[in-house]
């Protein structure tokens, strides 16, 4: 326990860019949700239950494209149980001008055709109709009493293929975005995106060195333990309670409304914990499909998806096919990059290439760079979020090119980033100059790490790789309340994914001025307290934080104020300090703590409250350094990861522990994207591993601990110099890893994942150029 907290002195320092300190920030105490979490006692989606809850299920289609010629659901809902049984034709039309958000995604006519298909399936999985019932054998029973009739089409899985004059049309309507003029063909290009920095013609001119290579990747679930799982009561009135995992309860919230064409004041979402979203909660699936059964019903329904279910029909990452030239001088300065990204976007637009172009070479000051990003539609499910959407393939490109260059100029990989590393100053290729970066620092932390000198054994190789990450601020919205005891409640509108409740005490109580042990955070819903943005883009403890510190701020201001009406003094005779009112000018000096003010709260204006609604601005950008080990089996291709080190600039480690494992699990991540992760698909565009079983994610046996190294350059547009962590690491592992398999092998893979039969073909096919 904190036995003597900081003094807070000056509540004005908060705005005045001075950074804040304290004894509770920096510090590792215990996470406040821990002790219910390894009970069992801590509460999911799934785990709600009230009277009379009927169970509700999905019917997907077998198949990856087909047209939806008749729907039969009558002998499914003649089976006793069987309360209600919904297809899209019970979901509202959603018009052109209704579709978007001043043009920003969601487009609402795809979310909605994606929660239940109209007219085609676009994907196995996709879902067709949902059904109530009174228990899961009743539901699952009517299931298999759907008829449907298909008329089955030809399908594209693969990316390059769908990009092909000749591929099968997901959708008959679709006219490339961003191409002028004006396709008159439809095709499975949605859009183009391009990023344009400099002259890459000149750039190439003076170039003496030019790399030019193609790099795959395929998509990757996030692999979140929890599926996704909800339960909604609609009432007589109309008034809606959704209960569910998510990352972001007014997601949720605005999302249903738009759907459903619902009031947003008659949805009330309330939040449960989650067991890991990784981007992949950052949209809805069977919200909508639960409150239309519940409408439909009158009772509340429960849903929750099974593990295939979660393969089949939720958004992984998207793949990724890229193209890039890369020129630099004999001394290793980069003049030029050039080159064509293109993403599946799954069944609808939306993948996140234009992510994947600004962020590629975002580490590195380069004067000429030309990307081109294409959203490619394909009969898979539509692309989510996963943790730095787009940038991990990207990188993974990008950090190959710039080993590559290190070997043919024979440098170290290290000094050949430090060469051409971005400082502050540097302008982005897409338009943004940096500020308070700490990218030179993780490398020279990386090149002085007793890591990257350790020496190497036989068929053992060692990468490296850097990463960059925006960070986003958003709106955001915090209350506190001084309870009469002294006690603090901090409230705000963000799920905790990743240890935010514990961020949230440790700013507010180095501003109040309290012990940690004395702040309690609750995550409420969506009717106690300002809308706030989704959970996500490294942004929590950033924006959210920042309307915390408000907060507290204010109530400090107002805990002065309060002393000196019960001292009958101005309020700049007050100070606060170690959670106390002083009056120090006194004749006698005079106290009041934060419980005494609190009890006195009637004869000073009622209750102690605040509550803050911002939107915050001034998020400091990422970057990460990461150096991989790995030892290579030539007989068999496998790969072992003998030792990895991540290195980020952190800002400022709000909590070192919770950062750390944020690093810690991105690398996992990563390692698995690198080496095994990929979806299966048949001839017939089924999905052949969905499941823990085949979909092989690394466990413990496959990685050594993951040693971190926290770079602290501080983001003077926060209280106490926040940045954000959580996307940064998973984006160099791709790279690291590459990078660390082509040294080891004497060959270079281009081609994401890095399997066993993959590796061992690489060696041979190597082996036999060397004969020859």
């Given at each position: 326990?904190?036995?003597?907290?900081?003094q807070y002195a000056d509540v004005a320092e908060l705005n005045s860019g001075k950074l804040l300190s304290g004894s509770v920030v920096g510090t590792r105490p215990v996470r406040p949700d821990g002790i219910d979490k390894v009970t069992g006692k801590a509460r999911f989606g799934a785990d709600v239950q009230l009277p009379g809850t009927l169970t509700g299920v999905v019917f997907r289609s077998p198949h990856a494209h087909a047209r939806l010629l008749k729907i039969?659901?009558?002998?499914?809902?003649?089976?006793?149980?069987?309360?209600?049984?919904?297809?899209?034709?019970?979901?509202?039309?959603?018009?052109?001008?209704?579709?978007?958000?001043?043009?920003?995604?969601?487009?609402?006519?795809?979310?909605?055709?994606?929660?239940?298909?109209?007219?085609?399936?676009?994907?196995?999985?996709?879902?067709?109709?949902?059904?109530?019932?009174?228990?899961?054998?009743?539901?699952?029973?009517?299931?298999?009493?759907?008829?449907?009739?298909?008329?089955?089409?030809?399908?594209?899985?693969?990316?390059?293929?769908?990009?092909?004059?000749?591929?099968?049309?997901?959708?008959?309507?679709?006219?490339?975005?961003?191409?002028?003029?004006?396709?008159?063909?439809?095709?499975?290009?949605?859009?183009?995106?391009?990023?344009?920095?400099?002259?890459?013609?000149?750039?190439?001119?003076?170039?003496?060195?030019?790399?030019?290579?193609?790099?795959?990747?395929?998509?990757?679930?996030?692999?979140?333990?929890?599926?996704?799982?909800?339960?909604?009561?609609?009432?007589?009135?109309?008034?809606?309670?959704?209960?569910?995992?998510?990352?972001?309860?007014?997601?949720?919230?605005?999302?249903?409304?738009?759907?459903?064409?619902?009031?947003?004041?008659?949805?009330?979402?309330?939040?449960?914990?989650?067991?890991?979203?990784?981007?992949?909660?950052?949209?809805?699936?069977?919200?909508?499909?639960?409150?239309?059964?519940?409408?439909?019903?009158?009772?509340?329904?429960?849903?929750?998806?099974?593990?295939?279910?979660?393969?089949?029909?939720?958004?992984?990452?998207?793949?990724?096919?890229?193209?890039?030239?890369?020129?630099?001088?004999?001394?290793?300065?980069?003049?030029?990059?050039?080159?064509?990204?293109?993403?599946?976007?799954?069944?609808?637009?939306?993948?996140?290439?234009?992510?994947?172009?600004?962020?590629?070479?975002?580490?590195?000051?380069?004067?000429?760079?030309?990307?081109?990003?294409?959203?490619?539609?394909?009969?898979?499910?539509?692309?989510?979020?996963?943790?730095?959407?787009?940038?991990?393939?990207?990188?993974?490109?990008?950090?190959?090119?710039?080993?590559?260059?290190?070997?043919?100029?024979?440098?170290?990989?290290?000094?050949?980033?430090?060469?051409?590393?971005?400082?502050?100053?540097?302008?982005?290729?897409?338009?943004?100059?940096?500020?308070?970066?700490?990218?030179?620092?993780?490398?020279?932390?990386?090149?002085?790490?007793?890591?990257?000198?350790?020496?190497?054994?036989?068929?053992?190789?060692?990468?490296?790789?850097?990463?960059?990450?925006?960070?986003?601020?958003?709106?955001?919205?915090?209350?506190?309340?001084?309870?009469?005891?002294?006690?603090?409640?901090?409230?705000?509108?963000?799920?905790?994914?990743?240890?935010?409740?514990?961020?949230?005490?440790?700013?507010?109580?180095?501003?109040?001025?309290l012990a940690y042990e004395q702040i309690q955070v609750e995550i409420v819903d969506t009717s106690s307290i300002a809308p706030s943005d989704l959970t996500g883009g490294s942004r929590v403890t950033f924006a959210v934080g920042m309307a915390v510190s408000q907060a507290a701020s204010a109530i400090v201001e107002d805990l002065r104020r309060r002393a000196a009406l019960l001292w009958l003094v101005d309020q700049d005779q007050v100070t606060w300090s170690a959670?106390?009112?002083?009056?120090?000018?006194?004749?006698?000096?005079?106290?009041?703590?934060?419980?005494?003010?609190?009890?006195?709260?009637?004869?000073?204006?009622?209750?102690?409250?605040?509550?803050?609604?911002?939107?915050?601005?001034?998020?400091?950008?990422?970057?990460?350094?990461?150096?991989?080990?790995?030892?290579?089996?030539?007989?068999?291709?496998?790969?072992?990861?003998?030792?990895?080190?991540?290195?980020?600039?952190?800002?400022?480690?709000?909590?070192?522990?919770?950062?750390?494992?944020?690093?810690?699990?991105?690398?996992?991540?990563?390692?698995?994207?690198?080496?095994?992760?990929?979806?299966?698909?048949?001839?017939?565009?089924?999905?052949?591993?969905?499941?823990?079983?085949?979909?092989?994610?690394?466990?413990?046996?496959?990685?050594?601990?993951?040693?971190?190294?926290?770079?602290?350059?501080?983001?003077?547009?926060?209280?106490?110099?926040?940045?954000?962590?959580?996307?940064?690491?998973?984006?160099?592992?791709?790279?690291?890893?590459?990078?660390?398999?082509?040294?080891?092998?004497?060959?270079?893979?281009?081609?994401?994942?890095?399997?066993?039969?993959?590796?061992?073909?690489?060696?041979?096919?190597?082996?036999?150029?060397?004969?020859?």
């Amino acid at each position: 326990m904190n036995e003597e907290p900081t003094q807070y002195a000056d509540v004005a320092e908060l705005n005045s860019g001075k950074l804040l300190s304290g004894s509770v920030v920096g510090t590792r105490p215990v996470r406040p949700d821990g002790i219910d979490k390894v009970t069992g006692k801590a509460r999911f989606g799934a785990d709600v239950q009230l009277p009379g809850t009927l169970t509700g299920v999905v019917f997907r289609s077998p198949h990856a494209h087909a047209r939806l010629l008749k729907i039969n659901v009558s002998a499914a809902l003649a089976l006793p149980g069987v309360k209600a049984i919904i297809t899209s034709d019970d979901l509202p039309l959603i018009t052109e001008e209704l579709a978007m958000d001043k043009g920003q995604p969601p487009d609402f006519r795809d979310l909605s055709a994606n929660i239940l298909a109209r007219e085609k399936v676009l994907y196995e999985g996709h879902a067709i109709a949902a059904i109530a019932a009174i228990d899961e054998m009743t539901a699952q029973q009517a299931l298999s009493l759907i008829e449907v009739d298909y008329a089955v089409l030809p399908h594209v899985i693969d990316l390059q293929q769908a990009m092909e004059p000749d591929a099968p049309l997901l959708n008959e309507h679709n006219i490339t975005k961003g191409i002028k003029p004006v396709p008159k063909k439809p095709s499975n290009i949605a859009s183009r995106y391009e990023q344009v920095h400099g002259d890459v013609a000149a750039g190439f001119a003076e170039a003496e060195i030019i790399i030019v290579e193609e790099f795959t990747t395929q998509p990757v679930h996030q692999a979140y333990i929890e599926p996704h799982a909800c339960l909604a009561q609609v009432a007589p009135s109309g008034k809606t309670d959704i209960w569910c995992s998510s990352q972001g309860q007014f997601m949720v919230q605005a999302y249903c409304a738009r759907l459903l064409q619902m009031p947003l004041c008659d949805i009330r979402v309330i939040p449960m914990e989650i067991g890991g979203g990784f981007g992949g909660k950052t949209t809805v699936y069977l919200e909508p499909l639960a409150v239309l059964l519940s409408q439909k019903t009158g009772c509340p329904v429960s849903m929750e998806m099974t593990r295939a279910e979660v393969f089949k029909a939720t958004g992984p990452t998207s793949g990724s096919y890229m193209s890039i030239k890369i020129g630099a001088r004999n001394d290793g300065t980069i003049v030029a990059v050039e080159g064509v990204l293109c993403y599946q976007a799954g069944a609808f637009p939306g993948s996140p290439v234009r992510l994947g172009c600004m962020t590629a070479f975002a580490p590195y000051n380069i004067p000429n760079v030309k990307l081109i990003g294409y959203d490619v539609l394909v009969n898979r499910p539509k692309s989510a979020a996963y943790r730095a959407p787009g940038a991990p393939m990207a990188s993974f490109a990008a950090e190959s090119l710039i080993d590559m260059l290190a070997q043919k100029l024979k440098m170290d990989p290290i000094a050949l980033r430090m060469l051409n590393a971005a400082d502050n100053g540097t302008q982005t290729a897409y338009g943004v100059n940096f500020k308070n970066i700490g990218y030179r620092q993780t490398l020279e932390a990386a090149r002085n790490h007793p890591h990257y000198s350790a020496p190497l054994g036989p068929h053992q190789g060692r990468g490296i790789a850097s990463g960059f990450w925006f960070n986003i601020g958003g709106h955001s919205s915090a209350a506190i309340r001084i309870n009469d005891d002294g006690s603090v409640l901090v409230s705000t509108g963000n799920p905790d994914i990743g240890g935010s409740r514990a961020s949230m005490a440790m700013m507010a109580a180095d501003i109040l001025g309290l012990a940690y042990e004395q702040i309690q955070v609750e995550i409420v819903d969506t009717s106690s307290i300002a809308p706030s943005d989704l959970t996500g883009g490294s942004r929590v403890t950033f924006a959210v934080g920042m309307a915390v510190s408000q907060a507290a701020s204010a109530i400090v201001e107002d805990l002065r104020r309060r002393a000196a009406l019960l001292w009958l003094v101005d309020q700049d005779q007050v100070t606060w300090s170690a959670g106390f009112a002083l009056l120090m000018n006194a004749t006698t000096p005079k106290r009041f703590s934060l419980a005494e003010l609190a009890q006195h709260s009637a004869d000073t204006g009622g209750p102690i409250t605040a509550e803050i609604t911002i939107n915050a601005q001034g998020a400091g950008p990422g970057f990460a350094t990461h150096i991989c080990d790995v030892e290579l089996d030539p007989e068999t291709g496998g790969v072992k990861v003998l030792r990895y080190t991540a290195i980020q600039d952190v800002g400022k480690a709000i909590h070192p522990a919770y950062v750390e494992g944020q690093m810690q699990g991105g690398a996992v991540q990563g390692i698995g994207w690198a080496l095994n992760e990929a979806y299966l698909y048949d001839e017939n565009g089924r999905l052949l591993n969905p499941g823990f079983l085949d979909y092989r994610i690394p466990v413990a046996s496959d990685v050594p601990m993951i040693d971190t190294v926290l770079v602290e350059v501080p983001n003077p547009r926060h209280p106490f110099g926040v940045k954000g962590v959580g996307e940064v690491p998973i984006i160099p592992p791709l790279g690291a890893v590459a990078n660390a398999v082509a040294r080891a092998a004497g060959t270079r893979l281009f081609d994401l994942p890095m399997s066993p039969p993959a590796i061992h073909k690489a060696l041979k096919r190597a082996a036999r150029r060397r004969r020859q």
